[in-house]
């Protein structure tokens, strides 16, 4: 039976998974890295070892050439030049002695003529009178391993004696290094069967220790896997190490926190657009039926369509201030950018508060400069700073003073918007940009927006590449300040401070 194309595959079973986790190759790597630097060891060891060993046996060579040296004259006999050695024969000690410096040794003249050498020697090759030459002409002393027939080692030195008329001999010695070899190769083998214990070691030690290191990570994910939209306070606690595991259960728990916190804005701001939106709907259906019931003449009619009408605006600038914060948090909104007077724009702003003030019988004064030059949106711009100017006069009570203010300071212009309104208590004043917003007011008749002005306000202000500050004290008003880079065009702010006048 085949099995269907589109069929997803099973989970893998447990010996599969085991190869693809993260324990699984955090212990590879202890025990690689383990493996690394215990061959490094065993190189560097083996090393040391052979050094102290060749330097031994060098040190002992060295002592056989002095003694060779003692014991070991050269003499005419006849025609001919011939090795003597001079020693006690009939003292055993010395005897053996002597007999174990010629084992290995062999004399020769300048001109490459043997004068004596050892059956030893013999097993290593005798030299030619070529090499002899050479060693004489260069007159160093020449140390070298040569191997007898059976494989064997020797360290064999070559140089130069003089006898009592200073003329030049070659010699050579050697000395066997059979037991330094056996001991270079058995700590070879030893440290190489040792090692695969000590890599198993190793690997059970890094399974142990990988999964004590993994088990905040672990906690981690059980913990993301238990969180839901209903269960969002759940929280993984500090181990205290201030290492990189705390900081990501620091980090995590900071985006839990702003999860949460984002998640309540966002169900605080579904009731109220579903409030903001229901209540005009309710109005417009209300107003529409009552109109089909009870309206009997053409003004009656009117009346309830222009009463529609506002709802109905109400309700589309509801939607259309949504939309504009959705499209700038989206980066979809580009700014327009071009050279705006900026004092032309406040003043003309200004003049279209000075009615809804004075209904609230708030005083509106501004203090702006006659032009000023900058590069920014004009629209966005003119939304900023309604924005500033309608929550002023909203929230200043009756009798209250609101003061617009543009000056130049290097090259930024700064717009103040200032209030003698009911003031914003401290600890709110960090989220009165954030989005959904709104500080809570004890007076239920009072007019509430969505919460969205300011966060807009905050937008723009950063899109323009600017800064915004905030004062405010409660019951005695509050002030923003506005900062917005001049751009290509010099407001007059550049080079002095700039001119006020009354609006």
Known sequence: MK????????????????????????????????????????????????????????????????????????????????????YD????????????????????????????????????????????????????????????????????RFGTILDERRRPYFMAIGRPITDSAGILSSFTWEYLALAPFLLVSSAVIGWFFARRALQPVNALAETAGRISASNMNLRIPQRGAEDELDNLIATFNSMMDRLNASLQQSRQFS???????????????????VALLTCQTAEQYREAILNSLQDVDRLAQIVKTLLLLSQAEAGHLVLQKAAID???????????????????????????????????????????????????????????????????RDRWVEIEVADTGIGIPKNYLPHIFERFFRVPNSDPTSERGLGLGLSFVNWIVKAHGGRINVESEVGKGSRFTVGLPAGAHQSTSDTAPLATRPA
């Open 271 to 289: 009731a109220d657009v579903s409030h903001e939106i229901r209540t005009p709907l309710t109005s417009i259906r209300g107003q529409l039926e």
């Open 89 to 156: 024969k009939n003292d055993p000690d010395e005897a053996f002695f002597v007999e174990r410096l010629k084992r290995v040794f062999i004399l020769a003249d300048a001109e490459g003529r043997i004068l004596e050498i050892s059956t030893g020697y013999l097993s290593l090759g005798p030299e030619t009178p070529e090499t002899i030459r050479k060693v004489m002409d260069e007159g160093a002393d020449v140390w070298k391993v040569r191997l007898t027939g059976h494989g064997l080692p020797y360290l064999v």
């Open 3 to 86: 099995t269907p194309a589109n069929k997803e595959p099973g989970p893998l079973p447990a010996w599969k998974r085991i190869p693809r986790g993260l324990r699984f190759r955090l212990a590879l790597s202890y025990v690689f890295f383990f493996a690394l630097i215990l061959a490094g060891i065993g190189v560097v060891f083996r090393q040391t070892l052979a050094t102290t060993l060749q330097d031994h046996a060098r040190a002992m060579l060295e002592e056989d050439w002095a003694a060779v040296r003692a014991y070991l004259r050269i003499e005419r006999r006849g025609n001919r030049m011939e090795p003597v050695w001079y």
């Open 342 to 408: 900026l004092s032309a724009l406040i003043r003309d702003l200004v003049a279209e508060f000075q009615i809804p003030a004075e209904e609230a019988r708030v005083s509106l004064h501004a203090n702006l400069p006659d032009e000023c030059v900058i590069e920014a949106d004009r629209v966005q711009i003119e939304r900023l700073v309604s924005n500033l100017l309608s929550n002023a006069v909203k929230y200043t009570p009756a009798g209250g003073t609101v003061r617009v203010s543009l000056q130049g």
